[in-house]
T-cell receptor, first 116, second 115 residues
Framework: AQSVAQPEDQVNVAEGNPLTVKCTYS??????LFWYVQYPNRGLQFLLK??????LVKGSYGFEAEFNKSQTSFHLKKPSALVSDSALYFC??????????????FGKGTKLSVKP | GAGVSQSPSNKVTEKGKDVELRCDPI?????LYWYRQSLGQGLEFLIY????????KSGLPSDRFSAERTGGSVSTLTIQRTQQEDSAVYLC?????????????FGSGTRLTVV
């Protein structure tokens, strides 16, 4: 079965420190991977995606993610965390490939808390 | 509109009642998705509409759940005979024809509470 795992329910980071939010996946074929962020009482916002090409993907708000095929991981990173980065982060994978669309499979989410 | 609009933003209903949740996607977006977000459970796919094609209903948890999309635009998710386990935030998303390659735009959701 195709799935996404976010092993940490919560990540705590001090402002100014680097942050990592972990994501691993299990999918047949070549994966298409996404990160979304959800602020309180808001819908999910797209951060970045990996479709093909460079394994390091840069996205919104200074976030980046590295696709590692051998470790089946797509960890979200930021060099210097801000208090305003505190939110719920979701990793997602497309179960389809080869040009078709369809639903994304989401992880359970990781709550990021950045303290001043 | 500029974004995906969902209404109502909050709904409290009594167990056994029917509810309707509405989603107005971004104008011109051909794909529309419904997800359910339960505490600690992440996002659960419910149903997917693409243009005039038959919807992908594979995620609907029971026959109490149904959805329609009129005129390729507005969608309504209906839950009949609501149960307490239906309490969740119901999220709608739309995307341009490329689906995942363009990413989804999500609405702010409808928080459903069944008492």
């Amino acid at each position: 079965a195709q799935s996404v795992a976010q092993p940490e329910d919560q990540v705590n980071v001090a402002e100014g420190n680097p942050l990592t939010v972990k994501c691993t996946y299990s999918v047949s074929g070549n994966p298409y991977l996404f990160w979304y962020v959800q602020y309180p009482n808001r819908g999910l916002q797209f951060l970045l995606k990996y479709i093909t090409g460079d394994n390091l993907v840069k996205g919104s708000y200074g976030f980046e993610a590295e696709f590692n095929k051998s470790q089946t991981s797509f960890h979200l990173k930021k060099p210097s965390a801000l208090v305003s980065d505190s939110a719920l982060y979701f990793c997602a994978v497309s179960p389809n490939y080869g040009g078709s669309q369809g639903n994304l499979i989401f992880g359970k989410g990781t709550k990021l808390s950045v303290k001043p | 509109g500029a974004g995906v609009s969902q209404s109502p933003s909050n709904k409290v209903t009594e167990k056994g009642k029917d509810v309707e949740l509405r989603c107005d996607p971004i104008s011109g977006h051909t794909a529309l998705y419904w997800y359910r977000q339960s505490l600690g459970q992440g996002l659960e796919f419910l149903i997917y509409f693409q243009g005039n094609s038959a919807p992908d209903k594979s995620g609907l948890p029971s026959d109490r759940f149904s959805a329609e999309r009129t005129g390729g635009s507005v969608s309504t998710l209906t839950i009949q005979r609501t149960q307490q386990e239906d309490s969740a935030v119901y999220l709608c998303a739309s995307s341009a024809g490329g689906g995942w390659s363009y990413g989804y735009t999500f609405g702010s959701g409808t928080r459903l509470t069944v008492v």
